[in-house]
């Protein structure tokens, strides 16, 4: 199955999600769930079915995301053929950089016509899912396709970043919709893209060829490559959380389109029931973990009160001293100080909480200092006239805030 099946993973650009969060980042490096970045669970789900040749395409600002991919995902035996390498624009055949998701494609051509796969699996690198590839490769191998689409139910109204999904009677793709309100089925369903796409080698590289002529636009590769083939190819439907394959069918898939609902995925890992489940025992997310001490509370220096925690994700190096945390999540290395309060919040590596401050409803970049006793998330008017906040009131800390 690994050797016919090649995957290029897109992380080439800012994503139109949570802006003020990939100021530093590519989205595909966002961090999430007070361990991992989002490409982790793509990544692993490569892993896991058994897919290991994995180009990921980089470019905008791809520091943060090719250092980990050097430190956590240096694990595959190229001796047995597996890999995952970065790879940004090659400029091979011009001074060009990517100009979009398919002339990334189409620039790595003379990889995908060497590579011995019959396969060519693309996935979006910023999405947070689980998902058993090995499965979709089965059924588009079964029906024989040339182009394999994966798609999922929704209950919103609307489709957010994916494209609206039409089906007909035999269950292939009739038709593609951009972002705006989808129909319903026939069923009162609606369905939506998750930016997984399969396919046939030869089909892909006659299709490059169409895009050499000017024959595509470039912006968005459901919309601009998928939809014009349903025209003239059965592009096949493969439904997100079938019964086959070995992944627990949660069907939860997300796309951190915003800052809300970024904030929101992952204050669900922290319900009793979360909607993903990250203990799946055969189905980790490998990541990369810095060797830091383990996380640990302790006595406030002055006031002497315990450190305290509640519902909430610790991550290694995290030091609560005399301070408390309430459904939150902190990632490595942060400190909350003696007497700070942090509500239903989010922070990122290296965070300090300062002396008595209190955060409410925060999101707080890498190794941000907040202040003693400064208040944050309590007085939304003020806290828009120094921070980003979001249409549902949550408020985003960056970096260069204090000196």
């Not at 086959?244 to 009793?272: F, H, K, Q, S």
């Amino acid at each position: 199955m690994s050797a016919d099946t090649l995957i290029l993973i897109l992380a080439i650009d800012r994503g139109v999600g949570p802006d003020v969060l990939t100021q530093h980042r590519t989205k595909a490096a966002v961090p999430f769930g007070g361990k991992y970045r989002s490409i982790d669970f793509t990544l692993a789900n490569c892993l896991h079915s058994g897919l290991r040749q994995v180009l990921v395409l980089t470019q905008y600002k791809s520091h943060s995301l090719q250092k980990h991919l050097r430190d956590g995902w240096s694990i595959f035996n190229p001796e047995l053929g597996e890999f995952i390498t970065s790879l940004p624009p090659q400029m091979r055949e011009s001074q060009e950089w990517y100009a979009g998701p398919f002339d990334a494609l189409r620039q790595n051509r003379y990889l995908i016509e060497r590579n011995r796969a019959k396969q060519i699996l693309v996935l979006d690198g910023g999405a947070v899912y689980r998902m058993d590839y090995a499965e979709l490769v089965r059924a588009h191998k079964e029906a024989q396709a040339k182009v394999t689409v994966a798609i999922r139910p929704t209950s919103a109204p609307y489709s957010g970043t994916q494209a609206g999904v039409e089906l007909d009677e035999d269950g292939y793709i009739r038709a593609l919709s951009p972002a705006v309100p989808v129909a319903e089925d026939e069923d009162g369903e609606r369905l939506q893209t998750m930016g997984v796409y399969l396919f046939d080698k030869a089909f892909l590289l006659a299709e490059f060829d169409r895009l050499d002529r000017g024959e595509r636009q470039d912006s968005d590769l459901a919309l601009d490559v998928v939809a014009p083939l349903t025209q003239e190819q059965r592009i096949l439907a493969y439904r997100f959380g079938q019964a086959r394959g070995r992944v627990t069918p949660d069907r939860y898939w997300c796309d951190l389109a915003t800052i809300d609902a970024y904030y929101r995925a992952n204050m669900e890992l922290l319900y009793a029931e979360p909607p993903i489940d990250l203990y799946q025992a055969d189905w980790n997310i490998h990541t990369y973990q810095g060797q830091y001490p383990p996380a640990r509370t302790v006595p406030g220096p002055m006031s002497g009160n315990e450190g305290v925690f509640v519902n909430s994700m610790l991550a290694a190096g995290t030091v609560i001293s005399g301070g408390g945390v309430n459904h939150s999540i902190l990632f490595p290395c942060v400190r909350v100080k003696d007497g700070a309060i942090v509500e239903e919040s989010i922070l990122f590596d290296g965070v300090e909480v300062g002396e008595g401050a209190h955060l409410r409803n925060c999101i707080v970049e890498k190794d941000v200092v907040i202040p003693p006793n400064e208040q944050i998330g309590h007085d939304l008017k003020l806290d828009r006239e120094r921070f980003t906040v979001s249409e549902q009131g949550i408020v985003v800390v960056s970096r260069g805030i204090w000196g």
